[in-house]
């Protein structure tokens, strides 16, 4: 501090605005939108246009009509389950890439990567067509005997949107995995075997526990990611695939209902915060200095 | 315990990575319960010996046996010996016990047991109030202690250590030697020790293996090496020992000239064969002290040349100078230590003086 008093009237005044706009953006950008939104969501709706007088009614509505809840709460269970399924594929595939040698891991991680850089709707688009009716997953299933006759279950339905937000969002439980896996240092796998353990030993007790916390970070990344996401269940999830984000969505797309919605967002908003507590939560181990 | 017979032997092992060689042929007995020290610069291979010892690292050629029974190829986790690592390795997600009983909660010693035996070995290293801490919460030298405690508890054949004082300040290493040998005393455990440091290998050591380049240039006791080292390496590595090089005399009885810039050199050669059979003008080099050193009264005679004071350097008890001796064509620096004295020393920079010392302190490397 003592230096700032040193400094020339231009450089402070430099200095200044710089930690004037580092705080001003994210209170502009992320934290006024939030707020309101969080505002809207006391107001109503009247023949379309907006009642600027505070009610709790859209809360009311959220928690006692007979749709909301139900849907809420599956989404929150779909969102869950491509997370779970998300990690159960990621983990091996990370682990896998950290067992391998210099230059080839990184070219690995990095082609498992490429998939981010390409337009999520191209995306959605290819895996659609790969789980339809008429489509490489069908195909194969019959060629190799399990199904008789393709079947319509891949697609326009709650498994589809699983299906489909896992393949799209697993990189993103790639990458945490990864970097957890590779900060453990050799030398305590080392330790381990030298103190007796076998492989599977040094695995559950050492490796395991230490790469938790980019498991964790892994999990709140894909669960907030999915359960944000309206495209996916729009495009690939039919009339018996219906989410939480499509209900939203039309509640500021078709029916006007700003308000409402944004109501809704707010309890989407804080079941993502929890997720992002959690994650952050179990994501800071214990003593990380050896 | 038996200091005599053989723990563990290795036999012309030699070791590459692709294709550069680290260890050539080495042959190493070491007995049961002693202390160890494998003593090198870096790059000498040191380091390598360990952890083929303890299955770290395959063998490239030769082999490996403990009671006489090769064990070149068994697998690390069922090798009886137990490393206390460079950086400690401690497992961050367990506390102090668990990481002392990890060895054997993962051979399914049941719990009581691990306790009883976890508690004795932190009483052992001084830590029993510490058990539930995590490793960050510890200090260096705790956790140094830790990580011996979780080598000791497994009562390992062989204790490898390599190099574990490297991370802690000078005082706390000096403790920690200390502690370390009372230690290996106490349990009767072989103890094999991993440093680049002379004073640290002298001070702890039953017997010291020199080594460098990938060759084990000489195996003794800490005397041994310091007052008969058998080659220039150990002489120059084992502190600051005078080296004048010449040309051996004829052999005098248990003594041997050596012609040199100095003038001639007579030393000891009693109880080494190797420096008695030596050709007549074979080139090699006097070795001696700079404690053995003296100031004499005459110029004349054997083992008697004068020098100039180049350099006065105080170093507490002792006082060290650097003396230019020898011709100006055969400049020779030399280095003296004697006590230092409170009113100052004796001696003065500039000052021209007579050094001599004694034939049975004087040593000869053959070059």
Request: hydrophobic share 45%; aromatic share 8%.
């Amino acid at each position: 501090m003592s230096k700032a008093g040193s400094m020339q009237p231009r450089e402070r005044r430099l200095s200044l605005l710089v930690t004037v706009l580092a705080f001003a953006l994210p209170v502009i950008f992320v934290l006024v939108p939030l707020v309101i939104f969080l505002v809207y969501s006391f107001f109503s709706v009247d023949q379309g246009t907006i009642v600027y007088a505070p009610t709790l009614g859209n809360y009311v509505r959220f928690f006692t009509d007979p749709i909301f809840l139900p849907v809420f709460w599956n989404t929150v269970v779909l969102c869950v389950s491509v997370a779970v399924i998300c990690i159960l594929l990621a983990y091996p595939a990370a682990y896998f890439l950290t067992t391998l040698r210099g230059r080839w891991r990184y070219a690995l991680l990095m082609l498992l990567l490429v998939p981010l850089l390409m337009s999520y709707v191209i995306k959605i688009y290819a895996i659609r067509s790969i789980l339809g009716l008429n489509g490489f997953l069908n195909k194969a299933l019959v060629a190799i005997g399990i199904l008789q006759q393709p079947s319509t279950l891949f697609v326009f339905n709650m498994n589809a949107i699983l299906l489909t937000l896992s393949l799209l969002l697993i990189p993103f439980a790639i990458l945490p995995i990864f970097l957890s896996l590779e900060r453990i240092p050799q030398t305590l796998l080392r330790a381990s075997d030298d103190l007796g353990a076998s492989g599977l030993q040094t695995f559950l007790r050492i490796t395991l526990p230490l790469s938790l916390p980019g498991v964790a970070s892994a999990a709140s990344f894909v669960f907030v990611l999915a359960i944000g996401d309206f495209l996916t269940p729009q495009m690939v999830g039919g009339i018996s695939g219906f989410t939480f984000g499509r209900i939203l969505y039309s509640q500021f797309g078709t029916a006007y209902n700003w308000p409402f919605g944004a109501a809704l967002s707010v309890a989407l908003a804080i079941v993502v915060i929890c997720a992002i507590l959690i994650g952050e939560r179990f994501g800071r181990s214990r003593g990380t200095s050896v | 315990m038996n200091q005599n017979t053989d723990l563990l032997t290795l036999r012309s092992v030699s070791k590459s990575y692709g294709k550069v060689p680290v260890l050539h042929d080495i042959d190493l007995s070491i007995r049961d319960g002693e202390f160890l020290t494998v003593l090198g610069p870096s790059g000498s291979g040191k380091t390598t010996v360990l952890r083929l010892i303890g299955g770290l690292e395959p063998l490239t050629a030769g082999e490996i046996r403990l009671d006489g029974q090769d064990i070149s190829r068994m697998p690390i986790n069922k090798r009886p010996f137990n490393t206390v690592f460079q950086d400690y390795a401690l497992f961050p997600h367990m506390t102090v016990s668990g990481n002392v009983g990890y060895g054997l909660s993962v051979r399914h010693v049941q719990r009581r047991e691990i306790a009883r035996r976890v508690a004795e070995a932190l009483e052992l290293v001084q830590l029993g109030r510490f058990a539930d801490r995590f490793p960050a919460q510890l200090s260096g030298g705790q956790r140094q202690r830790v990580a011996l405690a979780r080598a000791l508890i497994c009562q390992p054949r062989l204790i490898l250590l390599d190099e574990p004082l490297a991370a802690l300040d000078l005082e706390l290493r000096r403790q920690m030697q200390e502690f370390l040998k009372s230690i290996q005393r106490e349990i009767k455990t072989t103890f094999l020790f991993v440093t680049h440091d002379q004073e640290e290998a002298i001070g702890m050591a039953d017997r010291i293996c020199v080594m460098q380049a990938g060759h084990i240039r000489q195996l003794g006791t800490p005397h041994e090496l310091y007052y008969k080292p058998n080659c220039e390496f150990v002489a120059r590595f084992f502190g600051e020992n005078n080296l004048v090089a010449g040309k051996l005399g004829p052999v005098q009885g248990e003594q041997r000239p050596i012609e040199t810039a100095l003038g001639r050199l007579v030393c000891s050669i009693s109880d080494q064969p190797h420096l008695k059979a030596a050709p007549d003008g074979a080139n090699a080099f006097a070795a001696f002290r700079p404690e053995a050193l003296h100031l004499a009264d005459a110029t004349e005679g054997d083992n008697r040349f004068s020098g100039t004071i180049a350099d006065l350097a105080f170093a507490g008890s002792s006082t060290v100078a650097t003396i230019a001796a020898g011709s100006d064509t055969a400049a020779q620096r030399l280095r003296l230590r004697i006590p230092s004295r409170i009113d100052g020393s004796a001696l003065k920079a500039g000052e021209t003086v007579s050094l001599s010392f004694a034939p049975h302190e004087g040593h000869l490397v053959l070059a």
